[in-house]
Nanobody
Framework: QVQLVESGGGLVQAGDSLRLSCAAS????????MGWFRQAPGKEREFVAG????????YVADSVKGRFTISRDNAKNTVYLQMNSLKPEDTAVYYC???????????????????WGQGTQVTVSS
């Protein structure tokens, strides 16, 4: 069992930055690929960014490319999502997720993930 707790969300203005953190506990963090997803009101949950278990491979969705960066610190059992140049359309609940993986891959499909956090709200005002 892996427990994931997100933090760092809040209310910001367009153009501001936020860094989300997701702290993991319960299993060996370095055995898990991690991902960030988001869900806006009335919309389906969508992939934002993924990172392999070692951090060597990353991917961000086209909608946030150039503005968001995913990283991880396996010594701290934490994955981060640095969000710059935030836009009102980035408003959503952001979730982190973990996928047991020894393949060195990241995953974009939410069905690949075994564990989910409770989410943190990000609201961007115009």
């Amino acid at each position: 069992q892996v427990q994931l707790v997100e933090s760092g969300g809040g209310l910001v203005q367009a153009g501001d930055s936020l860094r989300l953190s997701c702290a993991a506990s319960g299993r060996t963090f370095s055995n898990y690929a991690m991902g960030w997803f988001r869900q806006a009101p009335g919309k389906e949950r969508e992939f934002v960014a993924g990172i392999s278990s070692t951090g060597s491979n990353t991917y961000v969705a086209d909608s946030v490319k150039g503005r968001f960066t995913i990283s991880r610190d396996n010594a701290k059992n934490t994955v981060y999502l640095q969000m710059n140049s935030l836009k009102p359309e980035d408003t959503a609940v952001y979730y982190c997720a973990a996928s047991l993986s020894f393949s060195g891959r990241y995953y974009r499909n939410q069905n690949e993930y075994n564990y989910w956090g409770q989410g943190t709200q990000v609201t961007v005002s115009s």
